[in-house]
């Protein structure tokens, strides 16, 4: 993974308007949360190959970045982004890590299931 | 003194801390507002205690917590524009600045009120300001009304300067408290709920003047 690239992930993103595509999108504060500090709550969610269809997407922020997808009924989005992988030329996969290098936030474009 | 103001945000209740009182206090002396609430609110964090609101009810209850407040300040006209929290900087601009231009066009203000863009901390505040200015910046130099935004954003004097424009609302604090008591979902702000709470020294200072800067356009 290499710290995003705007340019490279806004025309990445474009590349995927208007089509079917597979969607996994993911957030955690870390299932020990709680056991290291017990006024955290913890908490997470994951939606892995649902499919999606958006219109208009952009990339936007200083960094951490903000994603936004317009599907016909609804929206995706997810902030805190920081890492993508320029190497995957077929999927778009971004992340973002705190400070210790751990996943947070993820959200991953792909025309085949992940 | 203005007879018609137009009112651009994203969010019900970014209208109460830094604006309901200058509102208020133009209305008193015969001004209309019409107020452009671009969002709900939907994505709130602040689902009030009890009742337990859920993500699905928030909406309506935001939206009634927003008529609420416009009542308290005189607010003859509140538009809910439709856009979706959180992603007014993603949207379609041409929808975007196709609404703005179109409510603009509509009320024909003397003066518009929004956020100061890249100065006003969230991206739905910094979105709004934006749009409200490319709109305004196409109008013809003549016919733009002053933009005055609210802005916030941490060292933001050395950037954009002091506010040029201090409205003195300490004669209005209690349309404003009410605008913001009736965000009762979204804030919880000890000592306002008093009777008399509008005449308190404290709250005067805290509240009594609200701050805009007027964009600066260029030709």
């Given amino acids: 993974m290499q710290p995003i690239d705007t340019a490279d992930v806004q025309r990445r993103i474009h590349e995927f308007i208007d089509q079917d595509i597979y969607v996994h999108m993911e957030m955690t504060t870390g299932a020990y949360t709680s056991h290291h500090d017990t006024t955290k709550h913890p908490a997470a969610n994951f939606i892995s190959n649902a499919v999606i269809r958006f219109s208009l997407g952009s990339i936007s922020g200083i960094g951490p970045y903000r994603v936004g997808l317009k599907m016909g009924k609804g929206w995706i989005y997810t902030e805190g982004l920081t890492h993508y992988d320029a190497a995957e030329e077929d999927r778009l996969l971004m992340s ?19 | 003194m203005y007879q018609s ?7 019900p209740d970014d209208e109460c801390f830094g604006l309901s009182g200058t509102l208020a206090k133009y209305i008193s002396q015969g ?4 107020y452009g609430c671009l969002t709900l609110g939907q994505m709130g964090r602040n689902m009030g205690s009890a009742p337990y609101n859920s993500r699905v009810a928030l909406p309506s209850v935001r939206k009634k917590e927003l008529e609420e407040s416009c009542r308290a300040i005189g ?3 509140l538009r809910l524009m ?13 929808l975007l600045d196709g609404a703005i231009e179109d409510l603009i066009r509509e009320v024909k203000p003397d003066v518009i009120y929004t956020f100061y863009p890249d100065y006003a901390v969230h991206p739905d505040h910094d979105a709004t300001g934006a749009a409200v200015v490319r709109v305004v910046e196409r109008m013809p130099k003549g016919e733009r009304p002053p933009v005055l935004c609210m802005a916030f954003a941490r060292d933001l004097e050395s950037s954009i ?30 000592g306002l709920d008093g009777a008399n709470s509008h005449k308190s020294k404290e709250l005067q200072e805290r509240f009594g003047t609200e701050r805009f800067w007027t964009y600066p356009f260029g030709g």
């Fill in chain 2, 82 to 94: 439709g856009f979706h929290d959180k992603t007014i900087e993603f949207e379609d601009r041409e």
């Fill in chain 1, 96 to 114: 973002g890590h705190d400070g210790t290098g751990k996943l947070v936030v993820a959200l991953q474009l792909s025309r085949e299931p992940f």
């Fill in chain 2, 75 to 77: 607010i003859q006209d």
């Fill in chain 2, 31 to 34: 001004a209309k507002v019409t």
């Fill in chain 2, 161 to 190: 300067g002091n506010p040029d424009v201090f409205e003195d609302v300490k004669d209005f604090l209690k349309p404003k408290i009410a605008s913001i008591l009736s965000h009762r979902t979204q804030f919880q702000v000890p």
């Fill in chain 2, 5 to 11: 103001i137009l009112v651009i945000l994203p969010h």
